[in-house]
């Protein structure tokens, strides 16, 4: 936790009080916000507890204090059992902590049974039992008490909002998941040999299983890693709909992703993937008139309608989509309150196709919807009716590891894992799997084994040195791998051959743009010299003194930025990469450039307030990215930051070359070690709606 200052030993003896108080607690809340083990946020929420209910117990200020710390990394709700239990594994504290959380626990009950009784007798808690928990949402009004438990053999305390978001997505997930009317399956068959080519008898082909079984209902999860033809799947399934689609040129389809680099890469390879299929089809669907009418991806905040100022969206469920198909990709980073909207925002007949890595990093906020929706994925769970209908619609058979006989949830019999990656089988594929599989000693032998090779090697590791030596290898790029030196070269023709017409300046600030995203600085945390703030400054001197760049202010020409807050005026939104370059018609003035699908976008530096330079990013912000040459950096501040999923997200961002840095020995074996697990009741919500069908 950042600012985290020296722990305060008061402290200590407000807790060896003979009796803690509410507003003792109220206190020592304060002072560990003081100390950075919480923020002030999550002390303030205790407090405003205390306020609404004055005869609070200090376990509930307690629980409500560290239910805001879960929500603000990423949990949506609290499991009460595991904090009593285990408190140290809950708030991870670091070692120089741990007396303090002795002492503070030591004045608190020692029973869950006592906690459910603090927490059940306050005016601020609603209880609900596991056998009030209907998805409804008119079931269950709103009666304004901020916190929600729900109990059970799982006790889980909620912040009320994340506790509609979660109810309300899983009642739109068990209506989409209902099996609709079974579809023709001979004219989907046929279709599908057209589309895939005849099957292999001896495996299982899971991108047309994916396509089949997306038929039967208004939800499909496609989940597979790099390289496993995730959108090349989506496509075909696109022409499936249009084949069997009863009025196909009235079908209304759109494309959307969380950020505007991610819903571009959608765009660009469906309308391939779709093109390349003419041939397939023979003339009976006009596949172009498809790729035209769908028109450019947009960023899910443009897709809803975000407003400035508020976090509701223009669509919503009085005001849906005009949408009968809906592509998501990048889907893990979509988080619980988005996820929410989107599903409140889609017509009831609407079809929704979600597609992403269910082992990348979960979203920056709170929930791991796509990690929690694709439960089974690995595992498959499909039921006898399930496998009848996959066998007669493609001719193949689910084999039997991957069915079920009972108890499996309905949203598995629409979820399909593509396994083979037919772009990740180098050693940046086999690096990823071993992390995934959390095999450290594999991928510390893969990455040793290529460093040796030579300065050319696709995997490459280094350790220590200060950050002034990863920037000079940035700029430089490795061997024949890129780095950023392209990129100073196509900003240095702005010099040595200036643009003469408005095309040849537009094609310029395309090959700087071009350039620049061949390399890319992932960092695992924000602060220090191994972080982002810190590698920034490190790159931007390297450059200035290479001659590349000419660094008089914060705007220069060549400086990367990326943007840190919808602006829905200026069509830009939190995520997006521009550049900084000298406009054709007054080169002393400078606009940041943005590449939106094939065309620029082209904003004054005055009027971008929200944005931070970007040659060093945080694995977060570049899903949905890929780069040809990836340097991950693993700082030793990371703490609880380093992860199996970061790690893994941080490899799979590259496409030709992959190189570790890692600040002190052990980084990554302890990252590796290091699964993330997100609490959340989102399959308790849709384990009581299997229930209720």
Not at 474 to 497: E, F, K, M, P
Not at 527 to 556: F, H, M, P, T
Request: charged share 20%; net charge neutral; with cysteine.
């Amino acid at each position: 936790m950042r600012g985290r200052r020296k722990i305060d030993l008061q402290t200590l003896d407000l807790f060896a009080q003979p009796q803690l108080s509410a507003q003792d607690t109220l206190s020592a809340l304060a002072r560990l916000s003081d100390a950075g083990l919480l923020r002030r946020l999550d002390s303030a929420l205790a407090a405003f507890v205390l306020s609404q209910d004055p005869g609070a117990q200090p376990a509930l200020l307690v629980a409500a204090a560290v239910l805001a710390q879960m929500e603000g990394r990423g949990h949506s709700c609290l499991p009460l059992a595991e904090l009593v239990a285990r408190p140290n594994d809950v708030l991870a504290w670091p070692r120089e902590a741990q007396p303090l959380l002795a002492a503070l626990w030591a004045q608190l009950p020692q029973r869950p049974e006592d906690w459910l009784a603090a927490l059940q007798r306050s005016p601020v808690v609603r209880t609900m039992g596991v056998e009030s928990m209907d998805n409804s949402v008119d079931n269950a009004v709103d009666d304004g008490r901020p916190l929600v438990l729900c109990t059970g053999s799982e006790p889980l305390l909620y912040l009320r909002r994340y506790w509609d978001y979660e109810r309300g997505v899983a009642a739109q997930i068990a209506r989409r998941t209902e099996v609709d009317a079974e579809p023709d399956t001979s004219q989907v068959r046929g279709w599908l040999e057209r589309l895939f080519g005849p099957s292999s008898a001896d495996k299982p082909d899971w991108q047309k299983l994916a396509c089949a079984l997306a038929l039967r209902g208004r939800l499909s999860v496609i989940t597979g890693g790099p390289g496993t033809g995730k959108t090349y799947t989506a496509a075909r399934l696109l022409a499936l709909l249009f084949a069997t689609a009863p009025d196909a040129q009235q079908l209304r389809v759109a494309l959307a992703a969380p950020t505007g680099k991610a819903a571009a890469r959608l765009k660009q390879a469906i309308d391939a993937s779709l093109l390349d299929l003419k041939d397939s089809v023979q003339g009976e669907l006009d596949l172009h008139a498809l790729v035209q009418r769908m028109g450019a991806a947009r960023t899910l905040h443009s897709l809803l309608g975000a407003r400035p100022d508020t976090r509701y969206f223009r669509h919503h469920a009085g005001n849906p989509l005009d949408v009968d198909v809906l592509i998501v990709d990048e889907a893990s980073m979509i988080h619980l309150e988005m996820m929410a909207a989107l599903l409140q925002a889609l017509p009831p007949t609407a079809r929704l196709i979600l597609l992403g890595d269910k082992d990348q990093l979960a979203s920056v906020e709170a929930g791991a919807v796509l990690g929690d929706l694709c439960r089974d994925a690995q595992a498959g769970c499909y039921l006898p009716a399930t496998c009848a209908y996959a066998e007669s619609a493609t001719g193949q058979r689910i084999p039997a590891e991957f069915s079920a006989t009972s108890g499996a949830l309905p949203l598995a019999q629409h979820t399909v894992m593509l396994r083979e990656s037919r772009r990740f089988g180098g050693p940046i594929g086999q690096l990823a799997q071993a992390v995934n599989r959390g095999d450290a000693p594999a991928a510390q032998a893969l990455l040793a084994e290529h460093t040796r090779s030579g300065a050319d090697a696709v995997l490459w590791a280094r350790q220590g040195g200060a950050a002034q030596r990863i920037a000079e290898s940035a700029v430089s790029g490795r061997g024949h791998q890129a780095g950023y030196a392209a990129y100073a070269a196509q900003l240095g023709l702005w010099r040595s051959d200036r643009p003469q017409t408005q095309q040849a300046h537009e094609d310029w600030v395309c090959g700087v743009l071009n350039a620049f995203d061949r390399f890319r600085l992932l960092c695992a945390v924000r602060e220090g010299d191994w972080g982002v703030a810190g590698l920034n400054r490190a790159v931007e001197a390297a450059l200035q003194a290479s001659g590349a760049i000419r660094k008089e202010g914060e705007w220069y020409a060549g400086r990367p930025v990326m943007v840190t807050r919808n602006d829905v005026q200026l069509n830009v939104f939190n995520g997006d990469i521009g550049m900084a370059l000298p406009s054709f018609a007054d080169a002393s003035r400078l606009r940041v450039y943005f590449l939106q699908g094939d065309r620029l976008h082209a904003v004054s530096t005055a009027r971008l307030a929200q944005v931070e330079t970007a040659f060093a990013m945080t694995v977060h912000k570049s899903q949905g990215s890929e780069f040809e040459h990836t340097a991950l950096v693993l700082s030793a501040q990371g703490g609880n930051v380093l992860n199996r999923e970061l790690v893994y997200t941080g490899i799979t961002r590259a496409r030709q070359a992959f190189t570790l840095w890692a600040e002190v020995p052990g980084l990554l074996a302890s990252a590796i070690a290091s699964p993330t697990q997100r609490s959340s009741g989102l399959l308790r919500f849709l384990e009581r709606s299997a229930l209720d069908l």
